[in-house]
């Protein structure tokens, strides 16, 4: 039996539930589920929380990457430049708009896209850059950024697993073209159901994402683009509200459980890096192991938790390999067979990362 899991929401709500029925209660009490002030609420709380000019809800990190492509008029014969150490979401909303995946390696320490190696992938097809600001830290942008500017590409930030993340003072998804970012339950702010976002600082584009994620509609029933069904839903932007008031406190919390693990492993434990002027929100804490089937095993018996993020390097994914160009993913390859994240929330205590630790110490020494 599983004593210490990878996240607790059942800890959470516990927590949160003297601040929660009551916004629930009122949403029932409007009843204006599509749409309703919750949501413009919400818009304004991560504008704010971001120092960004819009904030645009929608149903899913998934629909954010897709409406980012759509808005961007990323088509059938472009390519799009990522990495292959993320979630599927990145590089599958590439291949749903018809453009080719192109993955480039990551950096071995930080498991991030290394930015040295986006220029030799990049072709007469290239238009876009999807850096994946990975567990919680910001790939390099300003080496990212750079190279778009030289070579007129565009960039979308996937933020989903880094909210509130920032290189020396900027905000994680406000220095490309577009941020998308995910409140999937998980995540450092996370609703209780689907619920996704996309940041700019551009109005114009701010005003052509609004549309797509809502028909291609600016008035009800005018349409004048093609756009998707894709809206947050008001129960969960009353539920993102209550909880946004404590994102900065939780993420400080888990700086802290962090630490914590750093205190008490021993020093042959792989812990990972965080890249110079990166602040780290640690969504998740990633170390590498060797023999990892074993390792969890071991954490198991004792009732601890373990994942694996990512096991399969996407150029590898049976419905990738068709359509995606892949430039080299050794490092990736060798990253999905030995990476295991560790609990992490703001929920877990100090005793239970010490006993964690000295499991992990056990099993190296
Ligand atoms: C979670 C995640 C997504 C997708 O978000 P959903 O809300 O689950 O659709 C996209 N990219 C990355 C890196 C993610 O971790």
Known sequence: MIRIPMVDLQREVAALKNDLMPAIEKV??????????????????????????????????????????????????DEVITSPFTFVA????????????????????????????IEAAITSRTKAIIPVHLFGQMADMDKIMKIAKKHNLKVIEDTAQAIAASQYGKMAGTIGDIGTISYFPSKNLGAYGDAG????????????????????????????????????????????????????????????????????????????????????????????????????????????????????????????????VSNGTDLSHQACKEVVSLPISPWITEAEVREIAERVNQFNG
């Open 90 to 117: 990145t590089a599958e909303t590439i291949a749903f708009v018809g453009a080719t995946p192109v993955f480039t390696d990551i950096d071995p320490d930080t498991f991030l896209m290394n930015p040295d190696l």
């Open 28 to 77: 029932l009490d409007n009843a204006s589920f599509i749409k309703g002030s919750e949501v413009d609420h919400f818009d304004e709380n991560i504008q704010n929380l971001l120092g960004v000019k819009q904030h645009i809800s929608c149903a899913n990190g998934t629909d954010a990457l897709k409406i980012a492509l759509m808005a961007l008029e990323i088509k059938a014969g």
């Open 197 to 324: 976002g996309l940041v700019t600082n551009d109005s114009d584009l701010a005003q052509k994402l609004a549309m797509i994620a809502n028909h291609g509609s600016k008035r009800k029933y005018e349409h004048h683009l093609i756009g998707v069904n894709s809206r947050l839903d008001t129960m969960q932007a009353a539920i993102l509200n209550v909880k946004f008031k404590y994102i900065k406190e939780w993420i400080e919390k888990r700086r802290q459980v962090a630490a914590w693990y750093e205190k008490y492993f021993n020093a042959g434990v792989i812990i990972p890096k965080t890249l110079a002027g990166n602040y780290h929100t640690y969504h998740q804490y990633t170390i590498r192991v060797k023999h990892r089937e074993a390792f969890q095993k071991w954490l198991a018996d004792e009732g601890m938790a373990s994942a694996v993020y990512y096991p399969i390097s996407l150029d590898e994914q049976p419905g990738f390999i068709h359509l995606s």
